[in-house]
């Protein structure tokens, strides 16, 4: 079955500093990729996703890039703010096997 | 909407004894699952369904039986707990696969 490796599992970052965070994947025929922040105590929530057939996809401060090649996406979290602190899980999917596969989390800490 | 419901909240059960985590969703959606959170483990997927009359293990199936009767509700039974079951135990639900899944807020779950 699919394996999703994520790393690191812990990043701490100035406010204002950029936060990257990475994952491989194992099955080549994955082709949807979401991340999840999940903040203490709370559930996880969708945060963005990008599928197969593009190679970034960007909504305000955070952006997804995807390496089909490499079989790696990486999460890109600029201009960082204490809000952003939290737990984020990246995922992997493929069309026709109805679940996802979580890599096991990284836990961000930004400063003030 | 109500989203996905979870209950109960909390709970404490000894040794051997059973009982059912309750799920509903009110959006309409096929796609259901339960995952269990354990620290530096990530979300792992325990059983599933695609619709109602259709369910699937997961990665983390044994001990925990599931019944899709209806669109909304799918509920979790523990057959005979064991403190390896301690846990935190999620739901969700998705309209389809490979789309956003939605998270009810968790069960957190003590077997002494």
């Known amino acids: 079955g699919e394996n999703v490796e994520q790393h690191p599992s812990t990043l701490s970052v100035q406010e204002g500093d950029s936060a990257v965070i990475k994952c491989t994947y194992s099955?080549?025929?994955?082709?949807?990729f979401p991340w999840y922040k999940q903040e203490l105590g709370k559930r996880p929530q969708l945060i963005i996703d990008?599928?197969?057939?593009?190679g970034e996809k960007k909504d305000q401060r955070i952006a997804v890039t995807l390496n089909k090649t490499a079989k790696h996406f990486s999460l890109h979290i600029t201009e960082t703010q204490p809000e952003d602190s939290a737990v984020y899980f990246c995922?992997?999917?493929?069309?026709?096997?109805?679940?996802?596969?979580f890599g096991k989390g990284t836990m961000l800490l930004v400063s003030p | 909407n109500a989203g996905v419901t979870q209950t109960p909240k909390f709970q404490v059960l000894k040794t051997g004894q059973s009982m059912t985590l309750q799920c509903a969703q009110d959006m309409n959606h096929e796609y259901m699952s339960w995952y269990r959170q354990d620290p530096g483990m990530g979300l792992r997927l325990i059983h599933y369904s695609v619709g109602a009359g259709i369910t699937d293990q997961g990665e983390v199936p044994n001990g925990y039986n599931v019944s899709r009767s209806t669109t909304e509700d799918f509920p979790l039974r523990l057959l005979s707990a064991a403190p390896s079951q301690t846990s935190v135990y999620f739901c969700?639900?998705?309209?389809?696969?490979?789309?956003?899944?939605?998270f009810g807020q968790g069960t957190r779950l003590t077997v002494v």
């Open positions: 990008i599928r197969s057939n593009v």
């Open positions: 969700a639900s998705s309209h389809e696969e490979n789309t956003e899944a939605f």
């Open positions: 099955d080549s025929a994955s082709n949807y």
């Open positions: 995922a992997a999917s493929i069309t026709g096997y109805s679940t996802l596969t």
